[in-house]
Each structure stands twice: as C-alpha cells, then as structure tokens.
C-alpha cells in the first residue's frame, strides 16, 4: 500500500477478529516506532506490548464504560501501550527548549500516527484511546516514575470496516503567507 493511501484510509477501528498477529507484524509496528523522529533524536518513547489476556481485562477497567474502545482493549489480540520517558525531548541542561515544554507529546504523536499507518499498510486496525485513568493503567502495566502513559492502541485484523468521517475544505484551515489568506488550491 502507498503511503498515501495508508493515510487517506487509515480509520479508527474498535472490532477485532480474534486472529492472532504475527510475530513479523509485531517487529514491523516496532520498526515504525523506531524510526520515527524525535527531538534531537532522543528517542523518548517506551513501547509495551500486552498479549495478556487478563492484562488487556484490567487494563479494561482504566477506562470509562463509556469509551466507544472499551470492548476493543480486550477483543483485539494486542495492545500498544505508548509510553514516554518524561524531561528528555525537547530540553537541555537550562531546562524546556521551547515555550511548549517538555516535546515528548509531540514526539509520541509522530511515532504512534507511524505505528497506525504502518499497521494499516500491513491490513491491521488500530484506534488511538487516550479517554483513561492513565495513573491506573501506569500502575497495571508497572511503569517506573520517569515514564508516562500517553494512550493505548488496540491492534488486530478488523472485524469492521468503518467509514471515514468528514473533513474540512482546505479553505477552512489553510493560510498563504499570513493567516485568513486563503491558499489558491
């Protein structure tokens, strides 16, 4: 699949068959973690890999029952859990780089939007859940005090094919030279 169409039809999914995903897969979404930018390239994500099924079940209970993804943290075969180490992206020894702070957020979007693509090239769903007592779910995946929790991302062979949502017109977001002026497209 072109990069392109990976993108333009990556969608949330939060049905999975029970398939198991191969070991090869698994290393590919690891690969596209990896190689992702980072700040300075320190690499500041941590990647937890849940096959446990009683895992993904107390994992389960760090979510509202609400969340459309509750089911899909326990009906899909893995889970990502996207960590990073907190104080090293985007900082140097005078403290935060930038007005932001500490870029470890920015850092982890880029690497699990990698993690999302490359799974949806290699036929696999994925859903982003960030809706979750993270200070629970830290605990249940036993993370030491310098690493967070950003979110969770159930992966596994769709068992529905959701549509996308609509997106706004290029007119509704997209500034040439100065904001509110529109980009000839």
Known sequence: ??????????????RYKPDPVARELIVKLLEAVRWSPSWANTQCWEVVVVDDPEVKKNLQSALPPGNPSFQAIVEAPLVFAVCGKKGRAGFKKSGPMTMFGDWMMFDLGIATENLCLAARALGLGTVHVGLLDHKKAKGILGLPEDVELAELIPVGYPAEDPKGPPRKEFAQFVHSNKFGNPLKV
């Open 1 to 14: 699949m072109e990069t392109q169409e990976a993108i333009l039809t990556r969608r949330s999914v939060r």
